[in-house]
């Protein structure tokens, strides 16, 4: 979906307040230039801070624990946002950037390599959006929104997991 410059205009509808906070991932929906780039190196050191605390035994349940509450709440908060601005998928709306930059990071190593790899693959599967997520952004409100990340994210866990595999990362 393509975001305009201008899909930041609010319109005669309002979105909670928790709803904006959430679909601007505590503002980094906020930040230019390129806030789904923003959004998504946010979710990275979000995931690096948070797993450099955990036992490595943890990573997996957690991320994927964080991945399920990112959607489910994103969803909706999404939804809210879009239509209290009017735009489909406005630019400020980040939180499907972070649902589906972490997708990305299953299993991926707290090393700078792994977490950088994994980041510009995120952000490229998400700006090309490959066959079959294009479709995926076709679905109504914040799914469609959400969801087309999460394909994106799947794409950059497995090119990320077959780099891994032939330590091309070192």
């Known amino acids: 979906m393509s975001k305009s410059p201008t899909d930041t205009a609010a319109t005669s509808s309002t979105a909670p307040g ?4 959430l679909a601007t991932f505590f503002g980094a929906g906020r930040l230019r230039p390129g806030p789904g780039t923003w959004g998504s190196l946010a979710a990275a050191l979000l995931w ?3 797993a ?35 735009a489909k998928d406005p630019s400020h709306v980040v939180i499907d950037e972070v649902a589906g930059q972490l997708v990305t990071l299953i299993a991926c190593p707290l090393l700078w390599k792994p977490l950088l790899a994994g980041f510009i693959l995120f952000r490229a599967f998400d700006i090309l959006k ?24 799947v794409y950059g866990l497995v090119v990320l997991q077959v780099l891994l595999h032939f330590h091309v990362l070192g």
């Open 18 to 21: 928790w709803a904006t906070l």
């Open 130 to 153: 490959p066959p079959p997520i294009r479709r995926l952004e076709k679905l109504p409100d914040g799914t469609g929104i959400v969801v087309d990340d999460l394909g994106a994210g």
């Open 52 to 86: 450099s605390h955990l036992p490595a035994p943890w990573h997996l349940p957690v991320i994927l624990a964080l991945i399920l509450v990112v959607t489910a709440i994103g969803i909706p908060a999404a939804t809210l946002e879009s239509r209290r601005c009017g």
């Open 48 to 50: 690096w801070l948070l």
